[in-house]
């Protein structure tokens, strides 16, 4: 069945530090591909998708884009700020009707001031 | 302002107490969903509704009842609580299911089952 992998937590970094957090996924067919991020105390808030190979998407300084001869989509941020501190979840969702949200593990992040 | 909203944030029972944690959306979205977050475990999923009157189990139903009578509300009913069903408790919505749609989600609900 379809499944998402992303690199395990929690990663600590400096500000300002480059942000990789990778993210692969195995599905049938093309699926669609999601960013969310989960800040202390809140729910899920979708941070950026790309529904087709080599879409790049992006916000708030992050980016990722789909490539689909890897599987992966993996998540970058030139800069990272204290406030991006958080938890980080890669998903795919298969564009057909009923197929629902695959969701990866979630990877913790932390800057550090 | 759209958004999902559950109620309540927090609660804490004992084992056996019937509970209601409710979920609302206004937003005219069809598609609904309850998940479970446990540390290591990531989100799984609990029940989901495709519209009204259409329920279906997700990867962990065991323990837990829907309902869909209304567009915009999805409780999730826990008829006899136990203490492994302590978790962080999210409710989603989209406009359709599938078809790449991304989910919007509350803030979470809290529970602890003594």
């Known amino acids: 069945g379809d499944s998402v992998t992303q690199m395990e937590g929690p990663v600590t970094l400096s500000e300002e530090a480059f942000l990789t957090i990778n993210c692969t996924y195995t599905?049938?067919?093309?699926?669609?591909l999601f960013w969310y991020v989960q800040y202390p105390g809140e729910g899920l808030q979708l941070l950026l998708k790309?529904?087709?190979?080599?879409d790049k998407g992006s916000n708030k300084g992050f980016e990722a884009t789909y490539r689909k001869e890897t599987t992966s989509f993996h998540l970058e941020k030139g800069s990272v700020q204290v406030s991006d501190s958080a938890v980080y979840f890669c998903?795919?969702?298969?564009?057909?009707?009923?197929?629902?949200?695959?969701f990866g593990k979630g990877t913790r992040l932390h800057i550090l001031p | 302002e759209a958004q999902v909203t559950q109620n309540p944030r927090y609660l804490i029972t004992v084992t056996g107490k019937k509970l209601t944690v409710t979920c609302s959306q206004n937003?005219?979205?069809?598609?609904m969903s309850w998940y479970r977050q446990d540390p290591g475990l990531g989100l799984r999923q609990i029940y989901y509704?495709?519209?009204?009157?259409?329920?279906d189990k997700g990867d962990v139903p065991e323990g837990y009842k829907v309902s869909r009578k209304e567009k915009r509300n999805f409780p999730l009913i826990l008829e006899s609580p136990s203490p492994n069903q302590t978790s962080l408790y999210f409710c989603?919505?989209?406009?359709?299911?599938?078809?790449?749609?991304?989910?919007?989600f509350g803030d979470g609900t809290r529970l602890s089952i003594l």
């Open positions: 989603a919505s989209s406009l359709v299911g599938g078809f790449g749609q991304p989910q919007h």
């Open positions: 599905a049938t067919g093309y699926p669609s």
């Open positions: 790309a529904t087709k190979a080599d």
């Open positions: 998903a795919l969702s298969a564009k057909n009707r009923d197929d629902k949200i695959i």
């Open positions: 937003m005219n979205h069809e598609y």
């Open positions: 509704s495709m519209n009204v009157e259409v329920t």
